[in-house]
């Protein structure tokens, strides 16, 4: 059944409301069309119990309940609570993205973890792209999935020669993986990102588009990537999931997970909609996660991060883009963008236009509304920095925010709640949980359904979560971004 009525958050004491996600978010481009699930809640009145509880309805928590349910001869009775609308946080607020770390921040991870720990990691970002084309393919789900090629291009020479040495310092450790690496500096940089004429056929005609490449290039680094629709993937997984005996429920901000007197169901969820008791808990909160769990406070920050859609009256007649694109203007400040079939394109990023001011987008979870400069950043965008842009006519259709769950050693948190037995997390993604979430989800369901080891899923050692990470007195997210705070910040 769908949702008569919203709760009524006037209820909630002043401390709960600050940490929830606020109420009335701005809508993204993914989600401007009503779904199916928006709203929908299976029963009017909460299940009693349940063998798992999930709290978050982006893809951490979707892509769980769908492996808990996947080929399981136990089948458990599993809930999925949101606080808002399905999808309304960060997975429906992104930029579309399905991109690898493959080589930027190995020489960083290596300083923190060791080189083969380093290595892992991009090796498992890199398997998510197959992962997922795997998911969408045998789920027959449309989500506008495309395979290609990110390219990074670096606009400032010192910089782009400082990640070309690095990247040739690591060329030679045997270690690394960096075959699907690809990488062109100087002149040759600018003749990759420049543009050529293709025929594209559109409406039974053949135009003579341009296939563009951004503006004084420096150094292009490219690899396999993909693009999605993100919230499509989640919507069309939750109606198989559904169908199946998912209780999917909107709407249902947790408010506290607490100790039950029954032994059989140790959990108690509470919601203003009511209580659930609960064998598992599943936290797929990401940068909401300490609003439940207080012991994450310092552990997960949320971060506001600015998106947008960027379109032409000439839809499909403009200059056509066959990759993902990072423009990296220097050391701090970068841009991130895909393409879409129907000529428009999702930007994200705009760092320059707001990060100086701190408390506008660290710890901050206000995504009903946007940053105003954002608009003149994205004005006249795809024509300041992409050639064969010039005259396209693209303007910005829309902008929204969302928040991201920044993790303070830049690693994800995944397993069992440290001291609490039976709850468990997936959060603290960092704004790349696109090429980490799914593999984690899979292996988070196999910790509750066999109760396999953290140490035994093949997860990255480095993403369990442990009380010495949220105990520790180092951010080195934090300190990373400081120089952004100081008045001669370059910005």
């Keep these: 059944m769908k949702v008569s009525h919203l709760p009524n958050y006037l209820d909630m004491t002043s401390t709960q409301l600050s940490r929830l996600p606020v109420s009335n978010p701005v809508r993204s481009f993914w989600n401007a069309d009503p779904k199916k699930f928006d709203d929908y809640q299976s029963t009017s009145i909460l299940p009693s119990v349940a063998d798992v509880v999930i709290i978050g309805s982006g893809l951490s928590g979707v892509a769980t309940a769908h492996y808990l349910l996947k080929d399981n001869p136990h089948c458990p009775s599993v809930v999925l609570l949101e606080a808002r609308q399905i999808c309304s946080g960060a997975t429906g607020r992104n930029g579309g993205h399905v991109k690898p770390d493959t080589y930027s921040d190995i020489p960083k991870f290596a300083k923190l973890l060791g080189i083969e720990a ?5 090796d498992f970002e890199a398997s998510h792209v197959h992962a997922i084309k795997e998911l969408v393919e045998t789920e027959k789900i449309d989500c506008d999935f495309h395979m290609t090629r990110a390219l990074d291009v670096y606009l400032d020479a010192d910089h782009a020669n400082e990640v070309e040495a690095t990247y040739k310092s690591l060329e030679k450790l045997e270690v690394l993986n960096l075959h699907d690496v690809a990488v062109t500096s100087g002149k040759d940089a600018e003749r990759v990102s420049d543009y050529e004429t293709h025929e594209i056929h559109h409406a039974n005609k053949i135009h003579h588009t341009k296939i563009s490449g951004v503006k004084n290039a420096k150094l292009c680094v490219s690899y396999t990537a993909a693009h999605l629709w993100p919230s499509k993937l989640v919507h069309q997984l939750l109606d198989r999931l559904v169908h199946q005996s998912l209780s999917l429920q909107a709407h249902t901000p947790v408010l506290s997970v607490d100790p039950s007197q029954d032994k059989n169901y140790p959990w108690v969820v509470r919601s203003p909609r009511g209580e659930i008791r609960a064998k598992n808990v599943v936290h797929a909160t990401n940068a909401y996660a300490s609003s439940i769990l207080s012991e994450y406070k310092n552990a997960i920050t949320p971060v506001r991060g600015i998106c947008s859609h960027i379109e032409s009256p000439l839809g499909a007649e403009t200059p056509h883009l066959i990759n993902t694109y990072g423009i990296r203007f220097d050391r701090v400040n970068n841009d991130y963008l895909i393409p879409r079939a129907d000529g428009s394109i999702i930007v994200g990023g705009a760092r320059q236009a707001f990060w100086k001011q701190k408390d506008r987008w660290f710890d901050n979870v206000k995504d009903d509304g946007i940053i105003e400069e954002t608009e003149a950043y994205f004005r006249d965008y795809m024509q300041r920095h992409f050639r064969g842009w010039e005259k396209s006519k693209m303007k910005t259709k829309k902008i929204w925010s969302g928040i991201l769950g920044y993790s303070s050693d830049f690693m994800p948190h ?32 196999d910790m509750i359904k066999t109760e396999v080891p953290f140490e035994k899923t093949g997860l990255p050692k480095a993403f369990k979560s442990t009380k010495e990470r949220n105990e520790s007195k180092k951010n080195i997210m934090k300190d990373s971004y400081s120089s952004l705070w100081r008045n001669d910040a370059k910005l």
């Design 118 to 122: 380093a290595s892992e990691l991009a």
């Design 414 to 445: 995944v397993g069992e709640v440290p001291g609490k037995n039976g709850q468990y997390i997936i959060a603290g993604f960092t704004g790349y949980g696109m090429p980490k979430i799914l593999l984690c989800a899979n292996s988070l369901a």
